[in-house]
C-alpha cells in the first residue's frame, strides 16, 4: 500500500437491498375472449447488495461521506402474466481485509480476507416480487382484483474496518527506520525524514525473493501510551493484527535499545487486552537497526545476549551490503512464521 492522500480505514454505512415488485391486477381482453379471466403478472425480484473485493483499493476512502448504499427495486408486474424487470444489484467495492461488522452489536458479519478476489458475495438479498391476480383465482374466486406487494429487502447499519493483510509488520517506535528499511527492501516508497511520525498512514510493500512475495506492512510509529490512544498508535495496532509475523525494529545507536523493545511489546500487550487481538502471540524477531554508528556494535550484542531465544539481525540503511542479509533474514522469518502456524506446529 502506498501512501494515500486521504486515508480511511474505518466507515459506517446503512446498506439496502432492493424492494420486490407489486404483482399485477390485470384482466385478458380479447376480441373473442372479452372476460378471459385475471392475467396480472409477478413482480419482480429485487436486486442484492453484494460485497467484493478489489486489489485494487487500498482505503475505504470512496466510502467516505457516503450516507447509504441502496440496491434496485423489482418492477411491477404486467397483464399477459408478464413478470416485471428484477432490480438491479449494488456492488460494494473494498479492499482486501476489510471487516463488516454489525454497528449496532459490533458482531462481526463477514471478514473478506477469505473472500476470492473479484467474486462478489452477498450481504443482503433482495425482496421477493409480488404474485399476480393470476395466482389467486379459484372455484369461488373467478375474478380476484388484488395481487400481492413485493417484500421488502434486507437492510442494516454497518461498520466497514480495514486491516491490512501482511507477512511481516514492522513495528518501532517513531523514527526507528522503519520507513527507510523498507523503502530499501521493496517496492512501497513511503516518506522519511529526520522528525517524529514521518509515517502518518500504514503502509505495503513487497519483497521479491527466491520466487516468493514477501509483503511487508510499515505502522506509524509507537509511542508509550498508544493502546490507550497516544500518537497514533492506537488508530494503526489493529493493522498488525492479522500481520503471520513481527519484526521489531529499534534504533541501535540509542542506550536505551532494550528498553524499547520491553515497551514496545508492553504497549501491544495492552492493545491485547483492550481489544482482544494476539499481537504477543505472534512469532517476532529483533532488528537493530543504524549499525553504522560506531556504539551501535556493542549494543548488538547486548541484545543477542538478553534475547538468546529470539532472532536478532542488525542494519543499516546507509550500506547496500545489508540488502541481501535483511532480504534473507526475512525470508527465514517467513518460514518460521510458516512453521508456527502449520498444523503439525498445534
Known amino acids: ?42 413482480g419482480g425480484p429485487g436486486g442484492h447488495l453484494v460485497i467484493e473485493v478489489s486489489e485494487n483499493l487500498n482505503t475505504l476512502s470512496h466510502l467516505a461521506g457516503v450516507n447509504g448504499i441502496n440496491a434496485g427495486d423489482g418492477k411491477r408486474g404486467a397483464g399477459g402474466c408478464r413478470t416485471g424487470h428484477s432490480g438491479s444489484d449494488s456492488r460494494v467495492l473494498v479492499p482486501p481485509g476489510t471487516l463488516i461488522c454489525d454497528a449496532e452489536t459490533d458482531a462481526q458479519i463477514l471478514d473478506t480476507a477469505a473472500l476470492e478476489r473479484g467474486r462478489p458475495y452477498r450481504l443482503l438479498s433482495g425482496g421477493r416480487g409480488g404474485k399476480g391476480n393470476h395466482h389467486f383465482k379459484g372455484p369461488r374466486l373467478r375474478l380476484p382484483r388484488f395481487a400481492q406487494e413485493g417484500e421488502e429487502g434486507d437492510r442494516g447499519f454497518f461498520r466497514l474496518e480495514l486491516r491490512l493483510i501482511a507477512d511481516i509488520g514492522l513495528v518501532g517506535l517513531p523514527n526507528a527506520g522503519k520507513s527507510s528499511l523498507q523503502n530499501l527492501l521493496t517496492n512501497a516508497h513511503p516518506k522519511v525524514g529526520a522528525y517524529p511520525f514521518t509515517t502518518t498512514v500504514p503502509n505495503l510493500g513487497v519483497l521479491k525473493i527466491f520466487g516468493e512475495d514477501i509483503v511487508i506492512a510499515d505502522i506509524p510509529g509507537i509511542i508509550e501510551g498508544a493502546a490507550t490512544g497516544s500518537g497514533l498508535g492506537l488508530q494503526f495496532l489493529s493493522h498488525i493484527s492479522r500481520a503471520a509475523a513481527l519484526l521489531f525494529v529499534v534504533d541501535a545507536s540509542v542506550e536505551t535499545c532494550g528498553e524499547d523493545i520491553l515497551g514496545l511489546r508492553a504497549e501491544l500487550g495492552s492493545h491485547d487486552k483492550q481489544f482482544g487481538t494476539r499481537l504477543l502471540q505472534k512469532p517476532w524477531a529483533i532488528l537493530a537497526n543504524k549499525i553504522d554508528i560506531p556504539e551501535a ?40 512464521e510458516a512453521k508456527a502456524s502449520s498444523p503439525a506446529a498445534d
Open 1 to 42: 500500500m502506498g501512501r494515500s492522500r486521504s486515508f480511511v480505514d474505518s466507515v459506517h454505512l446503512e446498506l439496502c437491498a432492493g424492494k420486490g415488485g407489486d404483482g399485477a391486477v390485470s384482466f385478458l381482453r380479447e376480441r373473442c375472449r372479452p372476460n378471459g379471466g385475471p392475467d396480472g403478472g409477478d
Open 297 to 336: 556494535a556493542e549494543r548488538v550484542v547486548e541484545l543477542r545476549r538478553d534475547y538468546r531465544e529470539i532472532e536478532v539481525t542488525e542494519a543499516s540503511c546507509l550500506d547496500p551490503q545489508y540488502v541481501q542479509i535483511l532480504q534473507k533474514f526475512l525470508f527465514r522469518l517467513k518460514r518460521i
